[in-house]
């Protein structure tokens, strides 16, 4: 797993599972972009994180499809190509059907799908374009176990990764005469700084009971399975979704 000289985008690559994506391809060589809403601080804390040192930061809504075409163009006009795509900006908002009121419900569902499905999908077709042109490219997309187990109390969240599945494998079929490899990583619980209260309740130790591990992923072991994906002798297994859950949830 190498990657000098590949440039890779990654959204939401400022915190959380985004930013342990990134750094583990600018430790194998790769000339990193980390694409981040608002909080520059944190994209910032990142950057200066990442080895090497020609790696670059770009703000822009995923859910702002010209923002979002302005942003790679940036990209590839800094670094020349763009090689590796992971879309792994997402949002999961609660709104259980029984105690959500109309209007808030459509909300959540807009809201959702614009970030974790649309936004996506719109970040596919511009770096498509460009992969297209410079002879081939990787898309990895981040999902979730929620789109096989279900989210009671967040289902526009499982409903959009579901999707963003179903999305990865019609592009890894259209895409493939292009020489552009799609798959996906549906991890279950990880542990972020934004989980880490939570994993700490008591509601934490029923979590962690989920697997036979009796713990939840490290951000490390999601990164670890997108660079498989985005390597070179992964190209046969497009069109694949791993599992990143520690056998939490078991589908065949
Ligand atoms: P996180 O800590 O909440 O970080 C979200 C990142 O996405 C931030 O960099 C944020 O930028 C960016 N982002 C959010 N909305 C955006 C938008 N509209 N446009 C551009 N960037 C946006 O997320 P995470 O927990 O690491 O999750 C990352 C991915 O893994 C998500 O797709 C999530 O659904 C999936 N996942 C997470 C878990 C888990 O347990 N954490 C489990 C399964 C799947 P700003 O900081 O600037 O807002």
Redesign the pocket.
């Known amino acids: 797993m190498e990657f000098t000289d590949s440039t890779v985008l990654i959204?939401?690559?400022?915190?959380?599972?985004?930013k342990a994506i990134a750094l583990a391809f600018a430790s194998k060589g790769a000339r990193v972009a980390i694409?981040?809403?608002?909080?520059q601080q944190?994209?910032d804390a990142t950057l200066a994180q990442l080895s090497g040192d020609q790696h670059m930061a770009l703000q822009?809504?995923?859910?702002d499809a010209e923002a979002v075409s302005n942003a790679i163009d940036k990209l590839v006009a800094k670094f020349g190509k763009l090689d590796i795509v992971v879309n792994?900006?997402?949002?999961?908002e609660y709104h259980p059907i029984t105690s959500t009121n109309y209007e808030d419900w459509q909300h959540v569902w807009r809201q959702t799908l614009d970030?974790?499905l649309i936004?996506p999908a719109n970040v596919c077709f511009c770096a498509a374009k460009h992969m297209i042109d410079s002879g081939g490219g990787r898309i990895v997309n981040?999902t979730?176990?929620g789109a096989f187990r279900g989210e009671p109390n967040k289902p526009a969240y499982g409903a959009s990764?579901a999707a963003l599945n179903s999305l990865s494998q019609s592009l890894a079929v259209a895409l493939a005469p292009h020489k552009i490899f799609v798959g996906a990583v549906a991890?279950?619980?990880?542990n972020?700084?934004?989980?880490a209260d939570l994993l700490n309740s008591p509601e934490g130790d029923q979590i962690k009971s989920q697997s036979p591990f009796n713990r939840v992923a490290q951000?490390e072991e999601v990164a670890h399975a997108v660079l498989f994906l985005a390597s070179k002798g992964a190209e046969f297994s497009t069109g694949t979704i791993i599992d990143v859950n520690g056998a939490s949830y078991l589908r065949s």
């Open positions: 959204t939401g690559g400022s915190r959380g599972i985004g694409l981040y809403r608002s909080n944190a994209a822009a809504d995923v859910t792994n900006a997402g949002i999961g970030t974790n936004g981040i979730s176990r990764k991890p279950g619980f990880v972020t700084e934004l989980t951000p």
